[in-house]
């Protein structure tokens, strides 16, 4: 009896879960993500991606009780790290390799219209915050600290330098602010120049 009352309500919502496969785990999560591109987290509804994965409303209310779980949960599993595995040696070899990285073919348009389509959402959320951050911020900024700290202990730069911790903040920024200001994405090419002009001179590194 207390073994029954014990695994009952969350050994059931886990065997309800373990049906559904990873794979079609994936799709409704490219769907919702993609939907929420293309026309915004409000207009999303859970009915809209039921429709287009072919699937019933009741599954992913099942997986996922509320559209803000459904779409954290996506965002988790998005999780990603472009830079995580750059290390060229020198300070201003990395930053020109995330340069290049950031601004390379459609991945940062892709993340830069679900930071734009989730602004508002993400403001009145704190669990969409939160896994926003998880998925396309805090992997790339531990990366970004990483080569700092290499560079530090290379004494490349100082560790009081006070310009490196507005590293992150400087490139996630103009990844950001130029489709508001120039109607563009910040490509490779604007990133690069931008890197060049405005990140390296600051720190004293050619």
Excluded: N
Excluded at 68 to 90: K, M, N, Y
Aim: aromatic fraction near 6%; charged fraction near 25%.
């Amino acid at each position: 009896m207390t073994s029954q009352a014990a695994d009952g309500p969350e050994t059931a919502v886990a065997s309800r879960r373990s049906k559904l496969t990873p794979e079609r785990e994936q799709e409704f999560f490219d769907a919702v993500l993609d939907q929420i591109r293309e026309c915004g987290y409000d207009s999303v509804t859970m009915d809209g991606v039921a429709a287009s994965t072919r699937c019933s409303k009741s599954t992913l209310y099942r997986q996922w009780k509320t559209k803000p779980q459904f779409v954290a949960a996506a965002l988790r599993a998005r999780r990603s790290a472009r830079f995580a595995g750059i290390d060229t040696g020198t300070l201003a070899g990395d930053l020109r390799e995330v340069a290049r990285q950031a601004g390379e073919g459609k991945g940062h348009v892709i993340e830069g219209r679900l930071f734009q389509a989730l602004g508002h959402a993400v403001v009145q959320d704190e669990e969409l915050q939160a896994a926003l951050r998880g998925a396309l911020v805090d992997p790339e900024i531990c990366a970004l600290r990483a080569m700092i700290d290499r560079a530090v202990a290379r004494g490349e730069v100082p560790a009081d330098h006070p310009a490196l911790e507005f590293i992150p903040a400087q490139i996630f920024g103009v990844l950001r602010a130029r489709p508001f200001l120039d109607g563009q994405d910040a490509d490779e090419t604007y990133i690069t120049k931008f890197m060049e002009a405005a990140v390296l001179p600051t720190l004293g590194l050619t």
